[in-house]
T-cell receptor, first 111, second 116 residues
Framework: DGGITQSPKYLFRKEGQNVTLSCEQNLNHDAMYWYRQDPGQGLRLIYYSQIVNDFQKGDIAEGYSVSREKKESFPLTVTSAQKNPTAFYLCAVGDGPYEQYFGPGTRLTVT | GENVEQHPSTLSVQEGDSAVIKCTYS??????FPWYKQELGKRPQLIIDIRSNVGEKKDQRIAVTLNKTAKHFSLHITETQPEDSAVYFC???????????????FGQGTILTVHP
């Protein structure tokens, strides 16, 4: 999981603005995932991608968008349509259908 | 879709005691069950996992058991230490191929506190 970077660590935005969170990996793994974590709660899957140029909606995709143009990168855009965007966003990477390893996360605050 | 329930939500033990966290799942197609440990402000770390072709797996002080008939699995930590204090999450995944590949559903988490 040392090969997964998320930037920035903290992000502040005004309501109504779109914001893009970065996730990069140098592990050469095919699968990448985005999760959202709210205080005192588990992780919820937003989007995932099993291969370049393909991605699937997770359980809470509304108000989010992604792209997977390169194997190394899976950026997440939080749009103004997301009702409660303030959360801890975690990117994960997997090699095969089993183990997933998380990046350090980005804390997004929208006011 | 899959639903994972985790209990208890908080667990307090004395150093040296054992701790047990239990999870149930709803989708009989689930066949991969990882456990993650998350320290305050940090990323979740995979600590152990089990696949449906085995009933138990052990790694030093940590063990996981799986009962597919009852659809539940448990994390056992023996000889607990203060550094075991963290939030623990269970998860389940069907991994049946196709678009469900690697799709994890997490439990709500258990806050474990180990008192010295």
């Amino acid at each position: 999981d040392g090969g997964i970077t998320q930037s920035p660590k903290y992000l502040f935005r005004k309501e109504g603005q779109n914001v893009t969170l970065s996730c990069e990996q140098n592990l050469n793994h095919d699968a990448m995932y985005w999760y959202r974590q709210d205080p005192g709660q588990g992780l919820r899957l937003i989007y995932y991608s099993q291969i370049v140029n393909d991605f699937q909606k997770g359980d809470i995709a509304e108000g989010y968008s992604v792209s997977r143009e390169k194997k190394e990168s899976f950026p997440l855009t939080v749009t103004s349509a997301q009702k409660n965007p303030t959360a801890f966003y975690l990117c994960a990477v997997g090699d095969g259908p089993y183990e997933q390893y998380f990046g350090p996360g980005t804390r997004l605050t929208v006011t | 879709g899959e639903n994972v329930e985790q209990h208890p939500s908080t667990l307090s033990v004395q150093e040296g005691d054992s701790a047990v966290i239990k999870c149930t799942y709803s989708d009989s197609a689930s066949n991969y069950f990882p456990w993650y440990k998350q320290e305050l402000g940090k990323r979740p770390q995979l600590i152990i996992d089990i696949r449906s072709n085995v009933g138990e797996k052990k790694d030093q002080r940590i063990a996981v058991t799986l009962n597919k008939t009852a659809k539940h699995f448990s994390l056992h930590i023996t000889e607990t230490q203060p550094e075991d204090s963290a939030v623990y999450f269970c998860a389940a995944s069907p991994n049946a191929g196709g678009t469900s590949y690697g799709k994890l559903t997490f439990g709500q988490g258990t806050i474990l506190t180990v008192h010295p």
